[in-house]
């Protein structure tokens, strides 16, 4: 059996400090996971009123929707997308997925996450930056920017976070779920980014890299203050 690795990491950044940088590597069997759950055609129209999300790739688009389609109906997702994808890599089972399933069933839908400009352009340039500097996942440039810096440089002002994942998987569900599930931290850090009420605005960037790999960057963002 093949088998593909993902790597993934994440970033909490609050009122000027890093609160928490973490970081995983699973390995799974390569089997295509195509679970059938139909389309949420009000979510989409929703979407599609978004000019950044209309100009985002098919890819960043598919990224965008699963994580606004987990935090809208978490049951759903928990009941269609999780459940079948842990029988399809039963290597995933254990505490991280017993925590999360139990997390999808109690939790109350988030706040929906509008595509933004400044943060997809981040996500654009972080990941340029990292296919272009070996692949190595980090939330620091290449440059020595930290991803404060980064936020500072698109003009994005509010509290935000980030997640990354590099692996094969190019609509993005697989990725979204194993950021989730956080296999192997302790901190839920990935978990904590996507549950956080907080956040209502996403930029994301997908960029193929060599070996048929994804590298996925995900900025979530709170609401910036209104100008004067």
Request: glycine share 6%; hydrophobic share 35%; proline share 5%.
């Amino acid at each position: 059996m093949n088998l593909r690795i993902l790597v993934l990491g994440c970033l909490l950044f609050c009122s000027g400090y890093i609160a928490g940088q973490s970081y995983s590597q699973v390995v799974l069997k390569d089997i295509p996971f195509e679970p059938n759950i139909e389309l949420n055609k009000d979510l989409v129209e929703k979407l599609e009123e978004n000019k950044v999300y209309r100009s985002s790739s098919k890819a960043a688009r598919s990224f965008i929707y699963w994580t606004n389609y987990a935090r809208l109906y978490p049951k759903s997702f928990r009941d269609q997308a999780l459940i079948p994808f842990i029988k399809l890599q039963p290597n995933l089972k254990g505490k991280y997925a017993n925590s999360l399933i139990k997390d999808l069933g109690k939790i109350t839908p988030l706040p929906f996450l509008e595509p933004e400009a400044k943060l997809t352009k981040a996500a654009e340039l972080h990941a340029e930056d990292i296919a272009q500097n070996n692949r190595r996942v980090s939330h620091q440039s290449s440059d020595g920017s930290s991803f404060g810096d980064r936020m500072k440089k698109v003009g994005y002002k509010a509290c935000s976070g980030e997640n990354i994942s590099l692996g094969n998987d190019q609509d993005g569900l697989s990725s979204l779920l194993l950021l989730y599930l956080d296999i192997n931290l302790p901190d839920l850090g990935h978990r904590k980014n996507l549950f956080n009420s907080n956040y209502t605005k996403i930029g994301v960037s997908v960029k193929q890299v060599p070996n048929n790999q994804f590298l996925i960057v995900q900025e979530l963002g709170c609401q910036e203050a209104p100008k004067n």
